[in-house]
Nanobody, 124 residues
Framework: HVHLEESGGGLVQAGGSLRLSCAAS????????MGWFRQAPGKEREFVAA????????FYADSVKGRFTISRDNAKNTVYLQMNSLQPEDTAVYYC?????????????????WGQGTQVTVSS
Protein backbone atom coordinates (compact mmCIF):
# COMPACT_ATOMS: atom_id res chain seq x y z
CA HIS A 1 0.00 0.00 0.00
CA VAL A 2 1.75 3.11 1.24
CA HIS A 3 5.25 3.87 0.01
CA LEU A 4 7.66 5.50 2.47
CA GLU A 5 10.80 7.37 1.46
CA GLU A 6 13.30 8.80 3.94
CA SER A 7 15.58 11.74 3.26
CA GLY A 8 17.75 14.22 5.14
CA GLY A 9 20.57 11.98 6.32
CA GLY A 10 24.19 12.94 6.02
CA LEU A 11 27.44 13.65 7.84
CA VAL A 12 27.45 15.91 10.88
CA GLN A 13 29.87 16.70 13.70
CA ALA A 14 29.11 15.74 17.28
CA GLY A 15 26.76 18.28 18.83
CA GLY A 16 25.19 19.13 15.50
CA SER A 17 21.67 18.63 14.20
CA LEU A 18 19.86 16.95 11.33
CA ARG A 19 16.22 16.69 10.35
CA LEU A 20 15.02 13.52 8.69
CA SER A 21 11.88 13.42 6.57
CA CYS A 22 9.62 10.50 5.72
CA ALA A 23 7.27 11.16 2.82
CA ALA A 24 4.32 8.85 2.28
CA SER A 25 2.86 8.29 -1.18
CA UNK A 26 0.70 5.84 -3.08
CA UNK A 27 -2.29 4.19 -1.51
CA UNK A 28 -3.00 5.65 1.90
CA UNK A 29 -4.59 4.10 4.94
CA UNK A 30 -5.55 5.01 8.49
CA UNK A 31 -2.30 4.65 10.39
CA UNK A 32 -2.20 4.06 14.11
CA UNK A 33 1.43 5.11 14.36
CA MET A 34 4.47 6.27 12.44
CA GLY A 35 7.84 5.32 13.82
CA TRP A 36 11.56 5.79 13.38
CA PHE A 37 14.03 2.95 13.88
CA ARG A 38 17.77 2.79 13.37
CA GLN A 39 20.32 0.09 12.71
CA ALA A 40 24.08 0.32 13.12
CA PRO A 41 26.47 -2.22 11.54
CA GLY A 42 26.44 -5.48 13.48
CA LYS A 43 23.51 -4.41 15.65
CA GLU A 44 19.79 -5.10 15.70
CA ARG A 45 17.31 -2.56 14.42
CA GLU A 46 16.23 -0.51 17.43
CA PHE A 47 13.34 1.78 18.22
CA VAL A 48 14.00 5.52 18.18
CA ALA A 49 10.70 7.42 18.23
CA ALA A 50 7.04 7.06 17.30
CA UNK A 51 3.93 9.18 16.83
CA UNK A 52 0.36 7.98 17.25
CA UNK A 53 -1.38 9.49 14.25
CA UNK A 54 -4.82 9.34 15.83
CA UNK A 55 -4.01 11.59 18.78
CA UNK A 56 -0.49 12.93 18.19
CA UNK A 57 1.03 11.26 21.24
CA UNK A 58 4.78 10.77 20.96
CA PHE A 59 7.13 8.13 22.33
CA TYR A 60 10.91 8.04 22.54
CA ALA A 61 13.68 5.63 23.35
CA ASP A 62 15.55 6.55 26.52
CA SER A 63 18.73 7.05 24.51
CA VAL A 64 17.25 9.91 22.46
CA LYS A 65 14.68 11.44 24.81
CA GLY A 66 15.28 15.17 25.17
CA ARG A 67 17.41 15.30 22.02
CA PHE A 68 15.13 14.01 19.24
CA THR A 69 11.64 15.20 18.33
CA ILE A 70 9.15 13.44 16.07
CA SER A 71 6.48 15.52 14.33
CA ARG A 72 4.11 15.42 11.38
CA ASP A 73 2.76 17.55 8.56
CA ASN A 74 -0.60 16.06 7.69
CA ALA A 75 -1.02 18.18 4.55
CA LYS A 76 2.25 16.81 3.15
CA ASN A 77 1.78 13.26 4.45
CA THR A 78 5.22 13.61 5.98
CA VAL A 79 6.75 12.68 9.32
CA TYR A 80 9.92 14.33 10.59
CA LEU A 81 12.63 13.42 13.06
CA GLN A 82 14.50 16.43 14.38
CA MET A 83 17.81 15.24 15.83
CA ASN A 84 19.78 17.60 18.06
CA SER A 85 22.95 17.16 20.11
CA LEU A 86 23.99 14.28 17.90
CA GLN A 87 26.68 11.92 19.17
CA PRO A 88 28.83 9.31 17.39
CA GLU A 89 26.70 6.54 18.89
CA ASP A 90 23.75 7.91 16.89
CA THR A 91 25.48 6.81 13.68
CA ALA A 92 23.18 4.36 11.90
CA VAL A 93 20.82 3.85 9.01
CA TYR A 94 17.50 5.39 10.01
CA TYR A 95 14.25 3.81 8.82
CA CYS A 96 10.73 5.20 8.73
CA UNK A 97 7.83 2.83 9.37
CA UNK A 98 4.03 2.93 9.41
CA UNK A 99 1.60 0.80 11.39
CA UNK A 100 -1.97 0.23 10.23
CA UNK A 101 -3.12 -1.45 13.43
CA UNK A 102 -2.82 -1.07 17.16
CA UNK A 103 0.33 -2.42 18.72
CA UNK A 104 3.33 -1.64 20.87
CA UNK A 105 4.89 1.30 19.05
CA UNK A 106 8.43 0.39 20.10
CA UNK A 107 8.23 -3.09 18.52
CA UNK A 108 9.24 -3.39 14.87
CA UNK A 109 6.72 -6.22 14.46
CA UNK A 110 3.92 -3.67 14.94
CA UNK A 111 4.68 -1.96 11.62
CA UNK A 112 3.43 -2.90 8.16
CA UNK A 113 5.38 -0.58 5.85
CA TRP A 114 9.05 0.43 5.85
CA GLY A 115 11.19 2.90 3.98
CA GLN A 116 14.56 2.10 2.44
CA GLY A 117 16.57 3.96 5.07
CA THR A 118 18.83 7.00 5.15
CA GLN A 119 22.39 7.08 6.50
CA VAL A 120 23.29 9.31 9.43
CA THR A 121 26.96 9.60 10.35
CA VAL A 122 28.17 11.59 13.36
CA SER A 123 31.87 12.34 13.73
CA SER A 124 33.78 13.37 16.86
Amino acid sequence: HVHLEESGGGLVQAGGSLRLSCAASGRTFSSYAMGWFRQAPGKEREFVAALRWTNGNTFYADSVKGRFTISRDNAKNTVYLQMNSLQPEDTAVYYCAASSKFGVVAKRESYDSWGQGTQVTVSS
